[in-house]
């Protein structure tokens, strides 16, 4: 079974405070999401990466960045968090049928 | 660009029902189409993946089909039990700017009553 694993369940940070959002996957795929999850507005797709060192801005990049350092864990940093930042981020990775696997989810409230 | 609607947004059937959700796309050019369930506060789990050549997928009690002409999905559940309580979303692959882009629905809310 593939699995995808996020660092945090739960967490809290104080504004202005830099976050990292840690998803590692063990099935070897090349493409990974960050998405975040908000009532009334479904799943928004924040950063992906194709690639080790590979990068592709989304639908809502501003005030993340990445890093995928190694094939397995793709990581989202929240440079300065703010309070419109507290949401349900979840972590994907897609096979080669193209199917989507998505981690537990973190909840992340800022305050 | 691809708009993806799930209607109903809740709906509540007793147990033991057969029923059937919901997914509408505007653009037919898909490379796939993937159900999903949601339990509150979890992450998505997907349910069955369905490539743009194929008309229907089936596991277990689910039975997802897809009609690229007319922009439909649907995902049958029979014999709805109460563990089944979840929200159900449609996630429909495309193309865009040169990359594959995956639209999701807003999601259907099931309660199934024991």
């Known amino acids: 079974d593939v699995k995808v694993t996020q660092s945090s369940r739960y967490l809290v940070k104080r504004t202005g405070e830099k976050v990292f959002l840690e998803c590692v996957q063990d099935m070897d795929h090349e493409n990974m999401f960050w998405y975040r999850q908000d009532p009334g507005l479904g799943l928004r797709l924040i950063y992906f990466s194709y690639d080790v060192k590979m990068k592709e801005k989304g639908d809502i990049p501003e005030g993340y960045s990445v890093s995928r350092e190694k094939k397995e864990r793709f990581s989202l940093i929240l440079e300065s968090a703010s309070t419109n930042q507290t949401s349900m981020y979840l972590c994907?990775?897609?096979?080669?049928?193209?199917?989507?696997?998505f981690g537990p989810g973190t909840r992340l409230t800022v305050t | 660009k691809q708009e993806v609607t799930q209607i109903p947004a809740a709906l509540s059937v007793p147990e033991g029902e057969n029923l059937v959700l919901n997914c509408s796309f505007t653009d037919s050019a898909i490379y796939n189409l993937q159900w999903f369930r949601q339990d509150p506060g979890k992450g998505l789990t997907s349910l069955l993946l369905?490539?743009?050549?194929?008309r229907e997928q089936t596991s277990g009690r689910l039975n997802a089909s897809l009609d690229k002409s007319s922009g439909r999905s649907t995902l049958y559940i029979a014999a709805s039990q109460p563990g089944d309580s979840a929200t159900y979303l449609c996630?429909?692959?495309?193309?865009?700017?040169?990359?594959?882009?995956?639209?999701f629905g807003t999601g259907t809310k099931l309660q199934v009553i024991p």
């Open positions: 369905i490539q743009s050549s194929q």
């Open positions: 996630a429909v692959r495309g193309w865009s700017g040169g990359y594959q882009k995956v639209t």
């Open positions: 994907a990775s897609t096979g080669t049928q193209y199917e989507q696997y």
